[in-house]
């Protein structure tokens, strides 16, 4: 069986981070995604289960009492958070496991999971970031600007990270991350 294991994707809203590991999931189905939980109301099409957990705040600082999450965060206004349990169940099932999540979270894996692969995705540019929050058309105005200037001070962390990867064209961005996820040790 092969040995299971944790790659963190994380990076400022609107990076492409969402897109990078959609196009990775089709392209290696050995990967899997931890669907995480949030406190966030559904957007049209998202589905219980698949896309997340929606859970009421109560639930979810519940959990959060209980030691169920690996990592949890407090991102524009609403909750998001890894459940434990089942990645560590598919972790010890010899499974590789995707976490795509924000950048607070994704600090708190350093201590509850140390051994997991963590990558940061850059923007080219803020510039380009706040086109492609705005071509993404999911936000209001007030959500993007409070995207935008988290992006700001979150772009500096990238350097905690074990592998920084640019988002400027798209093929070159995946040929990085197969590059490390792959990598022999
Ligand atoms: P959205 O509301 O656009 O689905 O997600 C907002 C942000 O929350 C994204 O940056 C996404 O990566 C992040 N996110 C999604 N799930 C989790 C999670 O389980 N933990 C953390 N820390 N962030 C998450």
């Not at 009492?65 to 690996?70: C, D, E, S, V, W």
């Not at 935008?148 to 074990?162: M, P, Q, S, Y």
Request: net charge negative; aromatic share 8%; hydrophobic share 40%.
């Amino acid at each position: 069986m092969q040995t299971g294991r944790l790659i963190v994707i994380t990076g400022p809203s609107g990076v492409g981070k969402g897109t990078l590991v959609r196009s990775l999931l089709s392209r290696h189905p050995e990967l899997n995604l931890s669907v995480s939980a949030t406190t966030r109301d559904p957007r049209v099409g998202e589905v219980e289960g698949k896309d997340y957990y929606f859970l009421s705040r109560d639930r979810f600082c519940e959990a959060i009492a209980n030691g169920q999450f690996l990592e949890w965060a407090e991102y524009a206004g609403n909750y998001y958070g890894t459940p434990r349990a089942l990645v560590e169940e598919k972790i010890a099932l010899g499974q590789q496991i995707l976490l795509e999540i924000e950048i607070v979270g994704a600090k708190q894996i350093y201590i509850t999971f140390p051994k997991a692969l963590r990558i940061f995705i850059l923007p080219p540019s803020l510039e380009e970031l706040e086109r492609r929050l705005r071509d993404r058309g999911t936000d209001s105005e007030a959500a993007i600007l409070k995207r935008l200037e988290r992006a700001k001070t979150e772009i500096d962390t990238g350097k905690e990270f074990d592998v920084l990867v640019i988002n400027d064209d798209f093929e070159q961005a995946i040929r990085d991350l197969e590059a490390t996820i792959f990598a022999k040790p």
